[in-house]
């Protein structure tokens, strides 16, 4: 479990997690967190997409999960990735959406879980944006579920130019705020400056969200140049 989502609807938010790992097996300890803090959803990515010889197609798909390990409603999560959207017709749209929907229901099958929620997880841009918000809708229209779908920084900022995707909710991913690889000082998973200059007028945002935010560290390793 690598962040967790505070939901923002109550005066004492309810906690989540995200499991982002293909093969999870999670631990005990992870359990007994996740009870600690009095944990309701997992929200599970079950697979990638990206495009393969010119299509969009299924990479690292979920294995080795037992849904029983812990006590939890689970929502599927799907990252896409932005080039899956920029050359895509209406019916490849629409393929798309029942393709996804059609792998989403054969892991929960095979895992045993039932969900009424899928987010989708993808850092649109105003070049994809009309294609991937066809897709949102194609998704809903087939799946008979909540939607939902995860919201970078620069897409609250420029919303005008990103636009607001037709989901259910959204999830704000308050994390990974810079490039860990540049020589700077300031704190690449969570800069708090730049949050606040991104979010300024997050209140004013027209959907009902939760905030994820990070669970984990990095380090960045460099080779020294030689004398």
């Given at each position: ?101 059609k792998l ?108 994820a935010l ?13 004398s």
């Amino acid at each position: 479990m690598v962040f967790f989502v505070l939901s923002c609807e109550k005066p004492n938010p309810e906690t989540s997690f995200y499991i982002w790992k293909s093969n999870p097996n999670l631990t005990s300890n992870e359990v007994e967190f996740f009870q600690k803090t009095q944990g309701k959803n997992l929200y599970l990515r079950v697979f990638d997409v990206d495009i393969d010889q010119g299509r969009p197609a299924p990479k690292a798909i979920l294995k080795n999960f037992d849904s029983k390990f812990i006590d939890a409603d689970y929502i599927p999560v799907v990252f896409i990735t932005n080039d899956s959207f920029k050359y895509l017709s209406n019916s490849d749209n629409q393929e798309l959406a029942q393709n996804i929907f059609k792998l989403v229901n054969e892991i929960a099958s095979e895992f045993d879980f039932d969900y009424q929620e899928i987010q989708i997880d993808c850092d649109w841009t105003a070049t994809t944006r009309d294609d991937f918000f066809s897709f949102l809708k194609n998704l809903s229209k087939v799946s008979q579920k909540n939607i939902s779908s995860t919201l970078r920084l620069h897409q609250v900022k420029y919303r005008q130019q990103t636009g607001i995707p037709p989901v259910d909710k959204v999830y704000l991913m308050a994390y990974a705020t810079s490039n860990p690889t540049e020589d700077q000082d300031i704190n690449s998973i969570l800069d708090q400056n730049l949050l606040m200059d991104y979010l300024q007028n997050i209140n004013d945002y027209p959907l009902d969200f939760d905030i994820a935010l990070p669970l984990y560290s990095w380090a960045i390793v460099t080779n020294a140049p030689r004398s």
